[in-house]
């Protein structure tokens, strides 16, 4: 895969003039300096080389050969989350790639045999011989799927489950079929799901995720859907962002439209054709997980050169990050009767990660605990009961963090809340 190589983005790594814009929240919106970094991986290791500075320069080090990929080098590439929140930093000042140098040097890691990292290739192994990131029997995996559930053999809409829905917040994918059945929409479920291949394109491994993309495409034209749903972001962004750039083609070409959840809902909500009866008593914030915000535009290839300065030929498009799934998940929870909204210092694009991503989950968890602590922290200031996020790694993230906090808040997905509105469940504890 040429159009990934580090080497397209030689460029962006020459062109960092150390700034520090991907390290800090602009200052007409931090609220102070307790919420004013926006790169958890430098908040944590507090050197350069732990931010997307840091990171370019490695990268140019290694393209100029002045630099080795040394297991420190390996430690620094993965001890980032991917968040994109540096890319969204940069680009408010800058036409560069940042993240795009983070994804390549992964992918050149992998390539020189460096990566992936242990605990990403054990998630490897298990996705290519049980076709799910938890190494679960396959029988498991529709365990969580309730009797009487209307799932059609063929429909528009597929809903894509995901391996943590499927296997783990098994609660996120009952309460979105109770949404999708109480509103009367018709979707359909493949019958073999797979992993969408986030673990493996966040390792490195961009053929093996190239191959998963393939192997997915291929099931949603064999049921002729025309929606791919999902209530993950890492789905979301997977298969809106992720399978285009494999292939190396933009989102509009990919044949189906790929929809969240909170989309969904929204729409119908604008139109007028969604109520929500029961009320949700809570004062609550929602958490932007990057996958469904800064990271969820469409994906434009660019396949050009450069002249004088830079300049691009043909004009290169940017995703800045300002077009992402903002708006609708707010315009639901304010539909709620009952709930008290209020924003988090850093939102939108620039809202800090819940720690999980990137893999450091599983490469990293005291990294990914301390980065949910502080962000829960930040959530607990603003005196809310709950954080609300939109993808199951965000609960997995914030759940084992809010024990460990002085005042533990409570921790929800966004379809929990709707589906309690809409069908007049109970709310879980
Ligand atoms: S990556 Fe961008 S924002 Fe960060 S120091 Fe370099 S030029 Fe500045
Ligand atoms: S992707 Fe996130 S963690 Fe990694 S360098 Fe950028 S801001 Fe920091």
């Known amino acids: 895969m040429e159009h990934l190589q580090l080497e397209q983005y030689k460029w962006d790594a020459e062109n960092c003039c150390g700034c520090k ?3 800090w929240v602009d200052p007409i919106y931090a609220s102070g300096l307790n919420y004013a970094v926006r790169c958890p991986s430098l908040f944590r290791y507090k050197f350069d080389a732990y931010s997307a500075l840091g990171r370019l320069k490695l990268a140019l080090g290694l393209l100029e ?3 080795n990929i040394t297991p420190t080098a390996v430690d620094i590439i993965y001890r980032c989350n991917l968040c994109g929140a540096c890319d969204v930093g940069c680009k408010r000042n800058l036409d560069l790639d940042p993240l795009m140098v983070l994804e390549t040097l992964r992918i050149r890691a992998v390539d020189q045999g460096a990566g992936p990292l242990p605990s990403h290739a054990e998630v490897a192994k298990k996705i290519l011989h049980h076709h799910n990131r938890y190494g679960r029997d396959k029988g498991e995996k529709r365990a969580w799927l309730l009797e009487g559930s209307r799932v059609s053999k063929k429909a528009d809409i597929l809903y894509f489950v995901g391996c943590n829905s499927s296997y783990k917040n ?7 079929l109770a949404i999708l059945d109480h509103l009367g929409i018709s979707y359909t479920l493949l019958e073999q799901e797979s992993c969408c291949g ?3 394109y966040y390792a490195g491994m961009a053929s093996a995720a190239l191959d998963q993309a393939k192997q997915n495409l291929a099931k949603v034209e064999d049921v002729g859907a025309r929606i791919v749903l999902t209530s993950c972001a890492e789905c979301y962004k997977t298969w809106k962002v992720d399978y285009p ?3 190396n083609k933009k989102t509009q070409e990919m044949g189906y439209r790929v929809m969240h959840t909170v989309e969904l809902l929204a729409e119908m909500l604008s139109k007028g054709n969604l109520i929500f009866p029961n009320p949700v008593n809570m004062r609550v914030t929602y958490h932007d997980p990057c996958n469904l ?3 969820s535009e469409d994906w434009i290839p660019w396949n050009g050169t450069r002249s004088t300065w830079g ?4 004009p290169k ?7 992402g799934i903002y708006r609708q998940p707010r315009d639901l929870l304010l539909a709620l009767p009952g709930i008290e909204l209020m924003e988090l210092p850093r939102a939108r694009e620039n809202a800090l990660c819940c720690g999980a991503g990137g893999g450091v989950m599983e490469a990293y968890p005291d990294f990914a605990l301390f980065t949910a602590r502080h962000r829960l922290q930040e959530a607990a200031d603003m005196d809310v009961e709950a954080i609300v996020s939109a993808c199951p790694y965000c609960l997995d993230s914030f759940r084992s963090a809010s024990p460990t906090l002085n005042r533990p808040i409570k921790v929800y997905d966004i379809v929990h809340l709707l589906a309690v509105s809409l069908t007049g469940k109970e709310l879980d504890s």
């Open 311 to 314: 300049i691009t030929k043909p």
């Open 198 to 200: 986030h673990p493996l």
């Open 65 to 67: 050969g002045s630099l």
């Open 170 to 176: 098994t609660q996120i994918a009952r309460d979105t």
């Open 245 to 247: 750039k494999l292939l």
């Open 293 to 295: 915000g800064r990271m």
């Open 21 to 23: 814009g991907c390290v």
């Open 317 to 323: 498009h940017y995703r800045r990050g300002t077009q």
